[in-house]
Nanobody
Framework: QVQLVESGGGLVQAGGSLRLSCAASGSIFSINLRGWYRQAPGKQRELVATITSFGTTNYADSVKSRFTISRDNAKNTVYLQMNSLRPKDTAVYYC???????????WGQGTQVTVSS
């Protein structure tokens, strides 16, 4: 089992920045991939960014050059630095970890990000 705890959401004006954090505990040795997803009201959950154990990153086109995913292995924590935020970035952001041979998904509780125009 993997437990994920997120922090760092909030309200920010368009053009501003926020940094989200996601701390993992439990069977962290089994984690293969970490990522961030988001879900806006009335929409499906979508991928924002992922990072592998080796540090390889992947981003949704909508956030490339504005968001940066990173990890601190010593703290078992993944970060999402969000710059140049837009109202369309408003959503609940969820931390994800894929673990084990089956790549089972573990999710954080979600953190609200609201960008005002």
């Amino acid at each position: 089992q993997v437990q994920l705890v997120e922090s760092g959401g909030g309200l920010v004006q368009a053009g501003g920045s926020l940094r989200l954090s996601c701390a993992a505990s439990g069977s962290i040795f089994s984690i293969n991939l970490r990522g961030w997803y988001r879900q806006a009201p009335g929409k499906q959950r979508e991928l924002v960014a992922t990072i592998t154990s080796f540090g390889t990153t992947n981003y949704a086109d909508s956030v490339k050059s504005r968001f940066t995913i990173s990890r601190d292995n010593a703290k078992n924590t993944v970060y999402l630095q969000m710059n140049s935020l837009r109202p369309k970035d408003t959503a609940v952001y969820y931390c994800d970890a894929k673990a084990g041979i089956s790549g089972a998904d573990y999710w954080g509780q979600g953190t609200q990000v609201t960008v005002s125009s």
